[in-house]
């Protein structure tokens, strides 16, 4: 790269950067926290309700579960693009920080990056999500799944990938799991004082640990139909909730996840305020 195109690159990272730490866009990133938060603690209803007996057929209990049910209630699509326009500005601000905040090329400087990218991944899932119901061109989240896994198995080293991308899943609910454990989200929080501290504490340990079971049973979903060759096994959440319920003792397992879920719905709200930006 000449001298004149790295200037220009790390002029346009400085301008990028101010805007990401400009008070209003501070102040939109946090929505998304906020938004999130709104959508596990739907999650988290509607896989009670799925493990009480009185979630209604055919719903489903995972994020376009959740984003239908916004929908449907009194000022949802307001709520939506609210969902929707917050994720999108914290996406953009894990982008920015993955891009030009690390200020060394460290092993845990690229280790942070890739974290940032992976946040912005998901945020940025919810925010087309949630605009999509917005504008009433949503879909099911589990078809889509299934449409996925149908195609990578169409292709050759269909099945090595849905397994790559089993191993990813798996490692990502391990991940949560061991955050929550070592209640390490404390570093991205500045921690408020006590006895609040010691309830963000609770909601994050038992937000994370629950969440990250789920996830790890997405992965286990996802690897099974790599190994049968069948699509209709990789499902998202919904999928990974029917199956628990299914289980001896599953009942207790589902309602416990769906009370992880609104545990963690509620401190993503404290951290919309206590998050390091």
Not at 152 to 157: C, I, M, S
């Amino acid at each position: 790269m000449s001298e004149q195109a790295e200037q220009a690159a790390r002029k346009t990272g400085r301008g990028a950067k101010r805007v990401a730490d400009s008070r209003w866009f501070e102040l939109t990133a946090r929505a998304g926290f906020v938004g999130s938060g709104i959508v596990h603690l739907l999650i988290g209803y509607l896989a009670i309700l799925l493990g009480v007996g009185n979630a209604s057929s055919g719903s489903e209990t995972d994020q376009s579960g959740a984003l239908q049910q916004l929908a449907a209630v009194p000022g949802g699509v307001v709520l939506l693009w609210i969902v929707a326009v917050g994720c999108a500005a914290l996406t953009l601000r894990l982008v920015v920080e993955a891009v030009v905040g690390g200020r060394t090329d460290s092993a845990r400087a690229w280790g942070n990056r890739l974290k940032n990218v992976g946040k912005a991944v998901v945020y940025g899932l919810i925010a087309y999500s949630a605009a999509s119901y917005a504008v009433g061109a949503g879909t099911s989240s589990s078809g889509s799944s299934r449409s996925a896994a149908a195609k990578a198995l169409a292709t050759p080293g269909g099945v090595f990938l849905l397994l790559l991308v089993a191993a990813v899943a798996v490692a990502i609910g391990v991940g949560l799991v061991v955050i929550g454990c070592r209640r390490s989200f404390w570093k991205q929080l500045v921690r408020p004082r006590h006895p609040l501290d010691r309830v963000v504490t609770v909601l994050g340990v038992v937000g994370y640990v629950l969440k990250g079971i789920a996830v790890v049973v997405v992965g286990v979903l996802i690897a099974v139909a790599g190994f049968r060759s069948d699509p209709d096994q990789a499902t998202g959440l919904d999928g990974a909730f029917d199956a628990l319920r299914s289980m001896p003792g599953g009942v207790f397992v589902l309602v416990a996840i769906g009370i992880g879920f609104l545990a963690f719905g509620v401190f993503s709200f404290f951290r919309a305020r206590y998050a390091r930006l």
